[in-house]
């Protein structure tokens, strides 16, 4: 199992365009001990030939630019080596790279009910997709249930990782939906490997610590540092959990049992580790978790 | 006037992501006398100071990172010289763009009503641009009327360009809309100096040619070299005229008598001029053209 990391910051990238925090302001002046990173994103094969996207970035064109196994074979004219999507949430960020996608080339995109309602019922420009017949065959997931991606033994099993909707779905709207397909996590299994993939859960169910004791990598989502990031940068805001995030300072200590490859994704620009220079980068990596970046890869 | 080219292709940019037609292929191999380009993006300034994006393409978050004029300040901590954006049409390449400047800022949006119906009546996603109240200010563009752009002597005259709403617009929400307001082509006009940007537009009016007569610079379509470039690669599909592009082969004669700079820019990744080896570059360059690339700059 191949697991690329595309992209590894959260939404907006890093740094964010109009973001002037320490972190964004010295990056541009070339002060910064870190790396730029764009938006969460990863691709997973099994066989180094055939390709899944884990969420669509709205980085995507750039991000599979920069991947050769990703690019078209030299005939036929339109062809690629991917052979799906698989979507977390119907977050801009997760999803919105999926309008990039758009020229005339089958697509098979794996989402919860809700996250195709969301996209292609709430959004016109999703008719982008049907410009052949049955351009993009959705297979919906559902919380619990494996599914195969491909013919090469790669398994994925969603979970049910958060119960808000995104922001931009109206209340009226969100209730006409299923709360428990708002947000997912994955684990992939192949050749007796498992590896998880939460880049959004605000917090850590009992039986995903289960799951995660016999992964060989995680990668966990670690947009903010504290709870109150974004409070204390501007004034005002909402805390990490009421935007669906788990503190990064918190699951240090509630995943520290795992034996796993432990690797925080979906990192925001404001997040003091991102500076390898940093008190923050340093607890980190003495726990022994990784910060993902772009071009990282991990094979099992 | 400053004019940046901050983007030269068409949609799907060059190279695009599934095509391996003789420019894509030949420039992932490094074999290829010519540059990749993201796609069509312009930004303008009277004062490089205060910058409109024209149009706000997929590619603009890389975009804007590339050119440090649009840059944030060092505070407030959330800032930035864009004073607006100026849309030609609803195109996913023109205006998928918005949903990247998602942070919380204070955005100025010049689009026809028809326009800025098709974004934000018929898609959900661009309520993430309402997280702020009044976040967005839309300003009603009206064909054949000029507006200011700014407080710095920037005028901008609008003018109807094509007919066709985008393909994923339904016909029975076309038929609810205006069809002058579907695709504008602009004059910008600044210090005793007018520009012209229309990068798409399926054939040329003779009201145009007497504007474009004073221009000291134009920005055409160049999307394809003939009007069957699409058909003769693939087989089958639609010609440049009914994709709502007027072929580079017969604008080069139609606006041979303009004393102007004329550009060509929004090409697609197929268009043999792109190569600065062929006889099509070679063609278009003796007949006192340009060709558009990334980081290009017009200053006047």
Redesign the interface.
């Known amino acids: 199992m191949h697991i690329r990391v595309l992209g590894a910051a959260a939404g ?2 890093f ?7 320490p972190n ?2 010295r990056l ?1 002046l070339g002060q910064f001990a870190g790396q ?1 990173r764009s938006q969460a994103q990863l691709a997973i094969s099994a066989d180094d030939v055939h390709w899944f996207l884990i969420n669509a970035s ?5 991000q ?2 920069a991947f ?1 196994p ?11 080596p991917i052979a799906g999507i698989v979507l977390t949430s119907a977050e ?1 960020d997760a999803a ?1 790279g999926l ?5 005339f ?1 089958p697509l098979t995109v794996y989402a919860t009910g809700a996250v195709r309602q ?1 996209l292609i019922e ?7 997709l049907k ?1 052949l017949p049955d351009q993009v065959h959705w297979v919906r997931l559902i919380p619990g249930v494996a599914f195969a991606l491909g013919d090469h033994g790669l398994k994925c099993i969603p979970v049910s990782a958060a119960s808000a909707f ?5 209340p009226a ?1 969100a209730a006409q939906l299923v709360d428990s397909e708002a947000v997912l996590g994955f684990f992939f299994e192949h050749g007796g490997h498992r590896v998880a993939f939460f880049p959004g859960a605000p917090c850590i169910y009992p039986e995903w610590l289960d799951q995660m004791q016999t992964c060989d990598a995680i990668f966990f989502d670690g947009t903010f540092w504290s709870d109150d990031e974004l409070i204390r ?2 004034g005002d805001g909402k805390t990490a959990r009421q935007m669906g995030h788990h503190p990064v300072t918190e699951t240090l200590t509630a995943l520290s049992d795992l034996k796993a490859r432990k690797i925080f994704i979906h990192i925001n620009n404001t997040n003091p580790m991102l500076d390898e220079e940093s008190d923050e980068y340093r607890t980190v990596r003495s726990a022994g978790w990784e910060i993902a970046f772009d071009g990282m890869d991990v094979v099992l």
């Open positions: 907006g990238g740094p964010q365009w109009n973001c002037s925090c964004c302001w541009r730029p709205p980085d995507l064109r750039s599979i630019d050769p990703l690019h078209p074979l030299r005939l036929p004219l339109r062809n690629s801009v919105l309008l990039l996608l758009r020229e080339q969301i709430d959004n016109s420009l999703f008719e982008v410009r995104p922001g931009f779905v109206a709207r940068l501007h």
